[in-house]
């Protein structure tokens, strides 16, 4: 016991060192009813407590039980399962879908499983963090293009060696909320023979037609050699993954991702959640115009530019000063997102406002009025 304590004793110094700089994180539940504010969250849609989410999900746990009880190939897929990778490949014009227990699990499954040891991976500078891991996990050589640079892009492309590559950017980027340049770096990969991957986790609910994603909004729904992924955690308020393709990209992942084969099976209450949102989305679909309209108020409430996005930032710089921030937010009755190093650049630390479809003239009045009291 003691030789493992010692061992160990450099945890001491690494967690002294994350306070002096600001970076220390704290877990903080929250109550199931508060008078709080959120503008953290990602409930987008502001689904994740519809009536007809919650009936979803109760009726799945009903049906199928508490777990999935397996792995995807084993015990672990239901009709359920099957039901809404159909229904979201249709919705955003994919020809099949797969869906995982995590947006996280989803990157680094179809990431690993579409490249390899003979494979070049481009991926963006501003990407996240799961696809980062992916690409690490994949074996493959990886490079990093600056952000949002297809001229880079073409470049990298352009002297590989290897004949297979795979360029992975969001379509959103979840820290600035800027929309990465899907048409333009689609046409670069069909010119040098690489598949586009693209995560939607920001993009689905969000940007295009009705929701349906960036992908669709850039006039490439069902484009060869293009593969979405994408979450159901954020604007679907459910929970998992999913990726979407064709259905040789469905069998290739469903064959070679080690977080598909090897994971146990989304849980039925969060299939069951995402197949509901679906269905209010499709037939709500004045929500998406409503994120649009509430993020560019909380942009003038905060006195920054609107993002083209749910996203809003506020860049503070220091991190000591965006805690500061955040937690005079909170005092006040709002809570906000706080984004620090590694999330951001070491001068990028800011605040992250989430705009949601639910929110109210009273809300982005209230928001207004601590955000002033806060930034001045």
Aim: charged share 20%; proline share 3%.
């Amino acid at each position: 016991m003691v030789a493992a304590m010692t061992a160990l004793v450099w945890l001491d110094a690494t967690a002294h060192a994350r306070r002096q700089a600001g970076l220390e994180r704290v877990v903080v539940a929250r109550a199931a009813e508060e008078s709080i504010l959120d503008l953290a969250s990602n409930d987008y849609l502001g689904l994740s407590r519809h009536p007809a989410v919650i009936d979803g999900a109760c009726a799945a746990v009903r049906r199928w039980g508490g777990g999935a009880t397996g792995s995807r190939l084993v015990t672990g897929t239901t009709t359920a399962h099957e039901r809404v990778e159909g229904d979201l490949a249709e919705f955003v014009g994919a020809e099949a879908g797969l869906v995982f227990s995590s947006g996280y699990t989803a990157n680094l499954g179809t990431v690993t499983a579409l490249a390899g040891r003979d494979s070049l991976v481009i991926s963006d500078a501003a990407s996240h963090a799961s696809l980062i891991d992916a690409c690490r996990l994949s074996r493959a050589r990886v490079a990093v293009a600056r952000h949002c640079d297809t001229d880079h892009v073409d470049e990298l492309l352009r002297e590989r060696p290897e004949h297979r590559a795979l360029v992975v950017t969001d379509s959103v980027f979840s820290a600035d909320g800027d929309l990465a340049p899907l048409a333009e770096l689609y046409a670069v990969c069909r010119r040098r023979n690489a598949v586009l991957v693209v995560d939607e986790a920001h993009g689905l609910g969000v940007r295009g037609n009705g929701g349906r994603g960036a992908v669709h909004e850039a006039g490439l729904a069902g484009a060869p050699d293009l593969v979405i992924t994408a979450t159901l955690s954020k604007a679907l308020g459910s929970q998992g993954g999913v990726v979407l393709g064709s259905a040789a990209v469905r069998d290739q992942v469903l064959h070679g991702a080690r977080t598909f084969v090897f994971d146990t099976g989304l849980a039925p209450a969060s299939v069951g959640a995402a197949a509901a949102a679906l269905t209010v989305l499709r037939g709500e679909p004045d929500r998406v115009h409503s994120i649009g309209v509430r993020a560019k108020q909380l942009a003038a409430a905060a006195g920054v530019e609107p993002t083209t996005s749910a996203v809003v930032p506020v860049i503070l710089g220091d991190a000591q000063r965006a805690v500061r921030a955040a937690g005079d937010c909170l005092g006040l009755g709002v809570r906000v997102g706080c984004f620090r190093p590694p999330s951001v650049p070491a001068d990028g630390s800011r605040l992250r406002l989430t705009a949601r479809a639910d929110l109210t003239d009273s809300d982005i009045d209230r928001a207004a009025s601590v955000l002033a009291q806060v930034l001045r």
